[in-house]
C-alpha cells in the first residue's frame, strides 16, 4: 500500500507565527516524512491578511500550496497577486468574478492532489453556498485526483461538522480553520474521510486568538474599537499530519502535532524538539520586517 502524507500548517498568525514556519517547516517536514505541506496564510501579515512579499516567501519556508479566508482581502496589494498565483487559494464560494480561485490540482512524483479551500456563512459573510459549492467543484475535482483536502473555513463548529457529513467518503480530507483553537476531536471516519474541527493556530499562543491581551480585552469590557496588534509570547506551531492511501484516496490517519519555538533559540527548538541534527533552515523575516510597519487596523480577528 502506498501513503501519501500531508502537513498542513494551521493558521500562520503574525510575524510570530511566521518565523516559526520559516525555522519548522523543513524540520516537520522531515520528521513525519510529509510529500505535501499546505498552510493557512490568511492572518500572515500582522493578523490581516497576506502580501504579495509575503507569499511568495513562504513559498520559501517549504510549503506547496496556501490556503486562506475572510482576511484575504485585508491587503489591497494581493488583488492582482491572487490572479496570477495559483498555489494561493481564496474561499472558492466567493460569488463569480471575484479573484483567485478557491480549487489547485497538483502533481506530486506522479500523485495527484486535489485541494479545495471553502468558507462558511454562519456568523460570516453572506457568500454562496459552501455545501452546494463543494458539491459542484467535487464533481469535477474526483475526476482529476484521488486525494482531495479541504480547508473549510468556518467560525461554527456545527456548520463544520455538518459539512463532514456531507463529504463523508468524498474527500481525503476535511480540516477546519478560522478560530485559531485547536479541537481535540481529530477522526477518520469509516468511509474513508479525516476530520477535525480547527487545526488551531501557528503564533503567539499568550494572546487572545494571536491578538495582545489589552486592547482586546478592552474592546470586550468597553464595546469601543481598538487597535488590534499581535501578540509575540508563547509562540508555537501547530496543525495536523494526515496520511492517505495513494490508490483509493482514503484516510488512514489524521495526527494533531504542536510544537513551541523561540526566535532566540531557533535551533534549539529544532534540535530538541524534533531530536534531529543541527541542519539549516530557510531565513526567517528580518527584525527590520515588523508587523507595526504593515499598517495594522482594527479589524475583527
Known amino acids: 500500500m502506498s501513503v501519501f ?8 498568525c503574525g510575524k510570530a507565527g511566521r518565523q516559526a514556519t520559516a525555522h519548522l517547516t523543513i524540520p516537520l517536514k522531515e520528521k513525519y516524512a510529509a510529500d505535501y505541506v499546505i498552510a493557512n496564510v490568511e492572518n500572515s501579515a500582522g493578523g490581516f491578511g497576506v502580501t504579495p512579499e509575503m507569499s511568495q516567501k513562504i513559498f520559501t519556508y517549504g510549503v506547496d500550496l496556501q490556503t486562506s ?7 489591497v496589494d494581493i488583488l492582482e497577486y491572487i490572479a496570477q498565483e495559483p498555489r494561493l487559494l481564496r474561499p472558492d464560494n466567493y460569488p463569480h468574478g471575484v479573484p483567485g480561485s478557491g480549487v489547485f490540482v497538483d502533481h506530486v512524483d506522479g500523485v495527484k492532489i486535489g485541494v479545495l479551500n471553502l468558507m462558511g456563512r454562519t456568523y460570516m ?5 459552501p455545501f452546494k ?53 481529530e477522526k477518520v471516519t469509516s468511509r474513508g474521510t479525516a ?31 481598538k487597535r488590534f496588534t499581535t501578540a509575540k509570547n508563547d509562540v508555537k506551531i501547530a496543525g495536523v499530519i494526515v496520511r492517505v492511501e495513494t490508490e483509493t484516496g482514503r484516510a488512514i490517519s489524521i495526527e494533531r502535532y504542536q510544537f513551541g519555538f523561540d526566535i532566540e533559540d531557533a535551533e534549539g527548538s529544532r534540535d530538541a524538539i524534533f531530536k534531529r541534527d543541527k541542519s539549516e533552515s530557510p531565513d526567517a523575516d528580518s527584525e527590520n520586517d515588523n508587523d507595526n510597519d504593515i499598517a495594522e487596523k482594527a479589524s475583527e480577528a
Open 5 to 12: 502524507t500531508i502537513l498542513f500548517i494551521a493558521d500562520i
Open 69 to 75: 479566508g475572510n482576511h484575504i482581502w485585508d491587503r
Open 125 to 129: 459573510a453572506d457568500i454562496d453556498c
Open 133 to 185: 459549492k463543494a458539491s459542484r467543484q467535487l464533481a469535477a475535482m474526483s475526476e482529476q485526483a484521488k486525494i482531495i483536502f479541504v480547508d473549510f473555513h468556518a467560525e461554527a463548529t456545527s456548520e463544520k461538522q455538518a459539512m463532514m457529513y456531507h463529504l463523508n467518503g468524498k474527500v481525503s480530507a476535511l480540516i477546519g480553520t478560522h478560530t485559531h483553537v485547536p479541537t481535540a476531536d
Open 195 to 225: 476530520y477535525i474541527s480547527d487545526a488551531g493556530m501557528t503564533g503567539p499562543y499568550d494572546s487572545v486568538i494571536g491578538m495582545e491581551v489589552g486592547p482586546s480585552l478592552g474592546r470586550f469590557m468597553t464595546g469601543m474599537p
